[in-house]
């Protein structure tokens, strides 16, 4: 990711006679002497000869007991390259879990199954299939059978009976003695996913869970290794599983933004499993009610468009707040007391955590932002204070403007914690609660002023917590960011109200309409699977595409929209695009460097004129952590040339000495 790119590899050794003779292989680890450490290494390739001098080699000190498949050593080379990563940094990924720590010797605990799930007595008979289910199990049992790569996309309606296919598909891959990855966003968020392999497979089932320790998440690891578990179960990283024999992978939501991974390499666990699957002639099945209009438009689709209870989606009923003074409209007050007199449940949307957006001083009309971002702080009043959601730093909350003194200060907007508020105030009548879930909510330890961010574990344990109180209580409120609009199956959930569904819309992004239409519709999802439902949808863009297709449940006729958007503005899934962000600590090197890197791109030797890509910036970004950043956007239609094109530029730039202390990172598909 950044300049520093120096342990490049792969590096040579000599295998000593006791290890000769097939013990060691592609995918074997070895501890090997690396300058004055010892480290782990993985073996890429073995050769009879070398072009290091024989007495120069060194032996690897030993080797470890259980390596990774050779096949995922080659996936990780494709990694590398797609991503413009390093190999290196590729194999982290394919490692198990804690690698490098094993190497101190510590001894691996049994694995204790100690994953909050909410696996009920939902009888372990599975139902019987209806005729859509069966078409679907058709296709992907002949597709299976072949034993060929095959990509299918489950285009389900929310409650459609989606999880029932992943289940029957992964049976048939294990009939055949073969193996099955379920993907799923995030193993807190989607426990009833989880529940419901266990509750089928059993023993055969390995979650790969964040809440799980490394020795724990090593012996399922192990326990794939060994064949002992055919199913892996986790979120993008269990793309990695190390299992043999694979026949399916599953990617549950294929829509969801999580598959894509945030640190070097950014890989995108949807393509990674596409590759995979390729590779090892295994059917990979991408499941949404919502998919994106890359898969849509790339992968053969199989429809489901009723809910398997044979009940209506909810009726969506668009309300207009140009106008409205109040966050809350009249109608959807009315809505939310209804529900609370008939002892039902409701979920609330907002899309944005903390009181207020921001706040200013009503005096001078000074604005408090984040002394290291280009960007006004959230209040956050339970906890005292004000907050950088990009970058995490931390104030007091203020009493008065530091730069005028004066007392007057306002408060603009309203995020999820004010929101709980209002509709306590509204609806708590002693015994109607409202729950609150978001990202504040999943740390912890977010309510206090200065303290430590609460380690993602225990955040995990409080969704989790969160999501059970919610479903046990007799009635109530969920209100929260697009962490309740997930695939939550919550039988008594009657209204969903959609607060500032404009939100998403307003995100200077090519999928902003695509995130906004399926928000809205994953939001539906949740509504009227045990009764009637009913979904309201406050917005000030009443007229705008998402917002009328996801009222019409039209997910089809969203996507022909969206498509041909795409091909006329020729955005993926017709170009790929490629992101570089310079950054440095003043403006002027940041953009310097930027148009440096765009300048050679633009001089690059390109085997044919059509290849060239198009280079769109540098165009600057807010400041971040204290570094002022350009971005640079390539859109190419052949992804490989301009993938090492851009290593290329950036490799140039980065070595020049006047482009010292700029950072360089390149993002593949960026989201
Ligand atoms: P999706 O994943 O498509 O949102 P789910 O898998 O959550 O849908 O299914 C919704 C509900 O319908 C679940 O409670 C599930 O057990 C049930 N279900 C699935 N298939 C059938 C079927 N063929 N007959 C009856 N109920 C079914
Ligand atoms: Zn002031
Ligand atoms: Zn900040």
Same mark, same amino acid.
């Given at each position: 990711?950044?300049?520093?790119?120096?342990?490049?590899?792969?590096?040579d050794?000599?295998?000593?006679?006791?290890?000769?003779?097939?013990a060691?292989q592609?995918?074997?680890?070895?501890?090997?002497?690396?300058?004055?450490?010892?480290?782990?290494?993985?073996?890429?390739?073995?050769?009879?000869?070398s072009?290091v001098a024989?007495?120069?080699?060194?032996?690897?000190?030993?080797?470890?007991?259980?390596?990774?498949?050779?096949e995922?050593?080659?996936l990780?080379?494709?990694?590398a390259?797609?991503?413009?990563?390093t190999?290196a940094?590729?194999?982290?990924?394919?490692?198990?879990?804690?690698a490098?720590r094993r190497?101190?010797?510590?001894?691996?605990?049994?694995?204790?199954?100690?994953?909050?799930?909410?696996?009920?007595?939902r009888?372990?008979?599975?139902?019987?299939?209806n005729?859509?289910?069966?078409?679907v199990?058709?296709?992907?049992?002949?597709?299976?059978?072949?034993?060929?790569?095959?990509?299918?996309?489950?285009?389900?309606?929310?409650?459609s009976g989606?999880?029932?296919?992943?289940?029957?598909?992964?049976?048939?891959a294990?009939?055949?003695?073969?193996?099955?990855i379920i993907?799923v966003p995030e193993?807190a968020?989607?426990p009833?996913?989880v529940g419901?392999?266990?509750?089928r497979?059993g023993d055969?089932?390995a979650?790969l869970?964040?809440?799980?320790?490394?020795?724990?998440?090593y012996?399922?690891?192990?326990?794939?290794?060994?064949?002992?578990?055919?199913?892996?179960?986790?979120?993008?990283?269990?793309v990695?599983?190390p299992?043999?024999q694979?026949?399916?992978?599953?990617?549950?939501?294929?829509?969801?933004?999580?598959?894509?991974?945030?640190?070097?390499?950014?890989?995108?666990?949807?393509?990674?499993a596409?590759?995979?699957?390729?590779?090892?002639?295994a059917?990979l099945?991408?499941?949404?009610?919502t998919?994106?209009?890359?898969s849509?438009?790339?992968v053969?689709?199989?429809?489901?468009?009723?809910?398997?209870?044979?009940?209506?989606?909810?009726v969506?009923?668009?309300?207009?707040?140009?106008?409205?003074?109040h966050?809350l409209?009249?109608?959807?007050?009315q809505?939310?007391?209804?529900?609370r007199?008939?002892r039902?449940?409701?979920?609330v949307?907002?899309?944005?955590?903390?009181?207020s957006?921001?706040?200013?001083?009503?005096?001078?009309?000074?604005?408090?932002?984040?002394?290291?971002?280009?960007?006004?702080l959230?209040?956050?009043?339970?906890?005292?204070?004000l907050?950088?959601?990009?970058?995490?730093?931390?104030?007091r909350?203020p009493e008065?403007?530091e730069?005028?003194?004066?007392?007057?200060?306002?408060?603009?907007?309203a995020?999820?914690?004010?929101?709980?508020?209002?509709?306590a105030?509204?609806?708590?009548d002693g015994?109607?609660?409202?729950?609150?879930l978001?990202?504040?909510?999943?740390a912890?330890?977010?309510?206090?002023?200065?303290?430590?961010?609460?380690?993602?574990?225990?955040?995990?344990?409080?969704?989790?917590?969160?999501?059970?109180?919610?479903?046990?209580?007799?009635?109530?409120?969920?209100?929260?960011?697009?962490m309740?609009?997930?695939?939550h199956?919550?039988?008594?959930?009657s209204l969903?109200?959609?607060?500032?569904?404009?939100?998403?819309?307003r995100?200077?992004?090519f999928r902003?309409?695509e995130?906004?239409? =399926?928000?809205?519709?994953?939001?539906?999802?949740?509504?009227?699977?045990g009764?009637e439902?009913r979904?309201?949808?406050?917005?000030?863009?009443?007229?705008?595409r998402?917002?009328?297709?996801?009222?019409?449940?039209?997910?089809?006729?969203?996507?022909?929209g969206?498509l041909?958007?795409r091909? =006329?503005l020729d955005?993926?899934?017709?170009s790929?695009?490629?992101?570089?962000?310079?950054?440095a600590?003043?403006?002027g090197?940041?953009r310097?460097?930027?148009i440096?890197?765009?300048d050679?791109?633009?001089?690059?030797?390109?085997?044919?004129?059509?290849?060239?890509p198009?280079?769109?910036?540098?165009?600057?970004?807010f400041?971040?952590?204290?570094?002022?950043?350009?971005?640079?956007?390539?859109?190419?239609?052949?992804?490989?040339?301009?993938v090492r094109?851009?290593g290329d530029?950036?490799e140039r730039?980065?070595?020049?000495?006047?482009?010292?202390?700029?950072?360089f990172?390149?993002?593949?598909?960026?989201?």
């Amino acid at each position: 990711m950044t300049t520093a790119r120096a342990l490049r590899g792969p590096f040579d050794y000599r295998l000593p006679e006791e290890l000769r003779g097939g013990a060691v292989q592609i995918g074997s680890m070895l501890v090997v002497p690396f300058g004055r450490r010892e480290v782990l290494g993985v073996v890429v390739g073995l050769a009879d000869s070398s072009e290091v001098a024989k007495e120069k080699l060194l032996a690897p000190l030993r080797a470890l007991e259980l390596g990774v498949p050779a096949e995922m050593v080659a996936l990780a080379e494709w990694i590398a390259a797609e991503y413009c990563s390093t190999l290196a940094r590729a194999l982290t990924l394919v490692l198990p879990p804690g690698a490098t720590r094993r190497l101190s010797g510590r001894k691996r605990r049994a694995v204790k199954r100690s994953v909050h799930l909410s696996v009920g007595t939902r009888a372990p008979e599975p139902p019987a299939l209806n005729d859509d289910q069966r078409d679907v199990l058709a296709s992907l049992q002949a597709e299976l059978d072949d034993r060929a790569a095959h990509a299918r996309l489950l285009h389900g309606v929310t409650g459609s009976g989606k999880t029932e296919v992943y289940l029957r598909a992964a049976e048939i891959a294990l009939a055949q003695g073969r193996s099955a990855i379920i993907l799923v966003p995030e193993i807190a968020l989607t426990p009833q996913t989880v529940g419901r392999f266990i509750e089928r497979f059993g023993d055969t089932v390995a979650v790969l869970h964040s809440q799980l320790r490394p020795g724990e998440r090593y012996a399922e690891w192990r326990r794939l290794r060994e064949g002992d578990a055919r199913i892996c179960v986790g979120p993008r990283s269990a793309v990695f599983a190390p299992v043999t024999q694979l026949g399916l992978i599953v990617v549950d939501e294929e829509h969801d933004a999580s598959y894509k991974h945030e640190g070097d390499p950014r890989y995108d666990a949807r393509d990674v499993a596409a590759e995979r699957a390729r590779r090892s002639g295994a059917v990979l099945l991408l499941g949404s009610a919502t998919p994106r209009a890359e898969s849509e438009h790339r992968v053969v689709a199989s429809l489901l468009p009723r809910r398997a209870d044979g009940r209506p989606l909810p009726v969506v009923e668009v309300l207009d707040m140009r106008g409205e003074t109040h966050g809350l409209h009249p109608l959807s007050a009315q809505a939310l007391e209804r529900v609370r007199d008939a002892r039902g449940k409701a979920i609330v949307l907002l899309n944005r955590r903390g009181w207020s957006n921001f706040l200013s001083c009503r005096s001078c009309g000074a604005v408090w932002s984040c002394p290291h971002c280009d960007v006004a702080l959230v209040l956050h009043r339970a906890g005292g204070f004000l907050a950088c959601h990009h970058c995490g730093h931390r104030e007091r909350a203020p009493e008065h403007c530091e730069a005028c003194s004066s007392m007057a200060v306002a408060r603009h907007g309203a995020g999820t914690e004010r929101m709980q508020h209002e509709l306590a105030s509204v609806l708590d009548d002693g015994s109607f609660p409202i729950f609150r879930l978001d990202a504040d909510v999943a740390a912890g330890a977010a309510t206090q002023t200065g303290g430590a961010k609460a380690p993602a574990s225990a955040g995990e344990s409080a969704v989790s917590a969160l999501l059970r109180r919610f479903e046990a209580a007799p009635c109530g409120v969920l209100i929260g960011t697009q962490m309740v609009a997930k695939g939550h199956d919550f039988p008594d959930v009657s209204l969903g109200v959609v607060l500032d569904a404009d939100a998403t819309l307003r995100f200077p992004d090519f999928r902003a309409e695509e995130r906004t239409f =399926a928000l809205i519709a994953q939001l539906a999802g949740r509504v009227g699977r045990g009764g009637e439902g009913r979904v309201l949808v406050q917005t000030i863009a009443p007229g705008s595409r998402p917002i009328v297709h996801a009222a019409r449940h039209d997910s089809e006729g969203f996507l022909t929209g969206e498509l041909e958007r795409r091909r =006329a503005l020729d955005y993926p899934p017709f170009s790929h695009l490629i992101r570089i962000v310079c950054s440095a600590e003043l403006p002027g090197p940041a953009r310097a460097a930027a148009i440096a890197v765009r300048d050679a791109l633009l001089a690059g030797d390109i085997d044919s004129p059509s290849d060239r890509p198009t280079v769109l910036g540098p165009a600057s970004l807010f400041r971040l952590r204290g570094r002022e950043r350009e971005a640079l956007v390539i859109k190419a239609r052949t992804r490989l040339p301009a993938v090492r094109a851009a290593g290329d530029a950036v490799e140039r730039v980065a070595r020049a000495r006047e482009h010292q202390g700029v950072n360089f990172s390149v993002d593949v598909d960026p989201q």
